[in-house]
Nanobody
Framework: QVQLVESGGGLVQPGGSLRLSCAAS????????MGWHRQAPGKERELVAD???????NYADSVKGRFVISRDNAKNTVYLQMNSLEPEDTAVYYC???????????????WGKGTLVTVSS
């Protein structure tokens, strides 16, 4: 079993900052990519940013220059530093990770339950 638990969401004013964290735990042999997606009301889930085991990062155009993704491999944790937040960033943010639970298994994708970020004055 693998669990991903997000934290750090909440209410913030436009222009403010938040830092999301996501810790993976359980039966983990290795983690390839980790990332963040978000889903706003009435919209499809979309990629926000991801980072591979070598530290290579990828961002949605809408967050480039404002959000920074990072990971601590020793803690199996991924972070999302969100700056200059806009009302359009309001969404439930989901963490995901591509994990191998033992050396004989294929990688699988696991998801957290999400954390709500609301940007409003």
């Amino acid at each position: 079993q693998v669990q991903l638990v997000e934290s750090g969401g909440g209410l913030v004013q436009p222009g403010g900052s938040l830092r999301l964290s996501c810790a993976a735990s359980g039966s983990i042999f290795s983690i390839a990519a980790m990332g963040w997606h978000r889903q706003a009301p009435g919209k499809e889930r979309e990629l926000v940013a991801d980072i591979n085991s070598g530290g290579y990062t990828n961002y949605a155009d809408s967050v480039k220059g404002r959000f920074v993704i990072s990971r601590d491999n020793a803690k199996n944790t991924v972070y999302l530093q969100m700056n200059s937040l806009e009302p359009e960033d309001t969404a439930v943010y989901y963490c995901n990770a591509v994990i191998k639970t033992d050396r004989w298994r294929l990688y699988g994708t696991y998801w957290g339950k999400g954390t709500l970020v609301t940007v409003s004055s």
